[in-house]
T-cell receptor
Framework: SQQGEEDPQALSIQEGENATMNCSYK?????LQWYRQNSGRGLVHLIL?????REKHSGRLRVTLDTSKKSSSLLITASRAADTASYFC????????????FGRGTSLIVHP | NAGVTQTPKFQVLKTGQSMTLQCAQD?????MSWYRQDPGMGLRLIHY???????DQGEVPNGYNVSRSTTEDFPLRLLSAAPSQTSVYFC??????????????FGQGTRLTVV
């Protein structure tokens, strides 16, 4: 079963607005990653946050991690039409397997 | 660098046919994995390999075989295709992620239809 679950499943916003996506997971993790998938393409890595980190930034992306609540959020500030894509969280570092486990994703549409 | 290359990009099979989806990476990565992506289901892990000669099952391994004879290649074999295997298949590779994790690189996918 999938470890991470993104919320909401779909998000529609206007260009310039901020987009926030959440990820909840079930068991303890050592790291969490966010990926982006444009329609018909493979996934592209965005950012990785480790269990001893609470917040991380990369350009217009801000990721938070709350291990006590087993949740993470991805904030995209000042969104652009080109940010339209699906976004997935992936949990990793569990004992026995270091292969990341993906959620179902959030579909983001940014209207110009 | 080509990164992760998957072939073919599209394939239509008849029920019962067998085929091999190819995956090659040129980054000397130890870890390689196969996922399938179905609408509303996200990515589910089929098989993975932590190095040449070592493979293991993921969440949905039934109906699929893998082997890893070289570091570069990780083919996925469908033994007897079924309509339930209609999906988009992604191959990924990474350095040994360990507990700290590391970026995974994905191929462009193979869209498979079984009729």
């Amino acid at each position: 079963s999938q470890q991470g679950e993104e919320d909401p499943q779909a998000l529609s916003i206007q260009e310039g607005e901020n987009a926030t996506m959440n990820c909840s997971y079930k068991t303890s993790i050592n790291n969490l990653q966010w990926y982006r998938q444009n329609s018909g393409r493979g996934l592209v890595h965005l950012i990785l946050i480790r269990s001893n980190e609470r917040e991380k930034h990369s350009g217009r992306l801000r990721v938070t991690l709350d291990t006590s609540k087993k949740s993470s959020s991805l904030l995209i500030t000042a969104s652009r039409a080109a940010d339209t894509a699906s976004y997935f969280c992936a949990t990793g570092g569990m004992v026995g397997s270091y292969i990341p486990t993906f959620g179902r994703g959030t579909s983001l549409i940014v209207h110009p | 660098n080509a990164g992760v290359t998957q072939t073919p990009k599209f394939q239509v099979l008849k029920t019962g046919q067998s085929m091999t989806l190819q995956c090659a990476q040129d980054m000397n990565h130890e870890y390689m994995s196969w996922y399938r992506q179905d609408p509303g289901m996200g990515l589910r892990l089929i098989h993975y390999s932590v190095g040449a000669g070592i493979t293991d099952q993921g969440e949905v391994p039934n109906g699929y075989n893998v082997s890893r004879s070289t570091t570069e290649d990780f083919p996925l074999r469908l033994l007897s295709a079924a309509p339930s295997q209609t999906s988009v298949y992604f191959c990924a590779s990474s350095q040994n992620p360990g507990e700290r994790g590391t970026e995974a690189f994905f191929g462009q996918g193979t869209r498979l239809t079984v009729v």
